[in-house]
């Protein structure tokens, strides 16, 4: 399903009710992403609900060649845009590192934020090895999932490699396998559209920049009852990242999709939006 995206300051976004009737879910893509990725979720939220996804600044078709990414001014760009929207509640959707933004915002905007969910946002301890990359030393599974997940998301994919991910499974086995749990059977009927958008340097800066960005005490400013969303094969969340969580954050809910990786956007897109719309 395709819909009309908009510009407004810049930012690339969707909007499947601007008359703005009933719950708002804002939707947060993850590093590298585009709000391309939420297609598949947004076809089966927008019947209930009214769904905004956006482009974060520095993403998507609002990347730029430079790779230019400021998380202080990506989260003010899109309280912005919510108040422009006329967003007075919604309940924001992040996915992976993007749970940083959804924070930021949550934090900036307690009168406009209801609640977070954290889509394999659970990223203590990897968020750890991407600033101090010698812990990949300690924990070198984890660090190399690390890593493939910022280097897949420096260059744009092209669409010839993506028909292509979507034509062979031994091709996807290959490439997909730090993602996704079964990439050999991933569903492919969204795999093009959900990936197309993707890739920027801003990835690279982010990467460099790692150690300015705190994670725990953006993560701890958020009062707001959270959400957690996970796959029970996500490479990327270790056992006690949960129990860490818990610690800093005022998580009300976990909830587990099975057989799933990092990207059930894309996985299941199904049980994540019946999971979203369990929150409300």
Not at 178 to 191: G, I
Request: net charge positive; charged share 20%; glycine share 8%.
């Amino acid at each position: 399903m395709r819909y009309t995206t908009r510009v407004e300051d810049g930012i690339r976004f969707v909007d499947t009710d601007p008359r703005g009737t009933g719950a708002v879910y804002l939707l947060v893509h993850g590093l590298g992403g585009s709000l391309e990725q939420w297609i598949p979720v947004i076809g089966l939220l927008s019947p209930a609900v009214r769904v905004i996804a956006v482009d974060v600044p520095g993403f998507g078709l609002s990347r730029t060649r430079r790779g230019d990414f400021d998380l202080a001014s990506a989260v003010a760009r899109i309280s912005d845009l919510l108040r422009r929207l006329g967003v007075g509640r919604c309940v924001v959707v992040s996915h992976s590192i993007s749970c940083v933004v959804a924070a930021g915002l949550a934090a900036a905007r307690p009168d406009a934020v209801k609640s977070l969910v954290l889509v394999s946002g659970a990223l203590v301890r990897a968020s750890e090895i991407a600033q101090n990359p010698f812990l990949t030393l300690r924990y070198p599974r984890l660090g190399t999932v690390v890593l493939a997940q910022f280097l897949a998301g420096i260059a744009p994919a092209p669409k010839i490699l993506l028909k292509a991910l979507a034509s062979s499974a031994t091709l996807r086995a290959v490439t997909l396998w730090p993602f996704v749990a079964r990439p050999a059977s991933l569903p492919t009927e969204h795999l093009v559209e959900s990936l197309t958008g993707s890739g920027s340097l801003a990835v690279l800066r982010i990467l460099l920049t790692a150690n300015a960005i705190d994670y725990h005490g953006l993560l701890s400013a958020v009062e707001q009852p959270v959400a957690l969303v996970i796959g029970d094969r996500d490479r990327l969340i270790v056992a006690d990242d949960i129990a860490r969580l818990r610690k800093i954050m005022n998580v009300t809910r976990v909830s587990v999709i099975r057989d799933c990786g990092h990207w059930p956007w894309l996985e299941n897109p199904a049980q994540l939006a019946q999971l979203l719309t369990a929150t409300e």
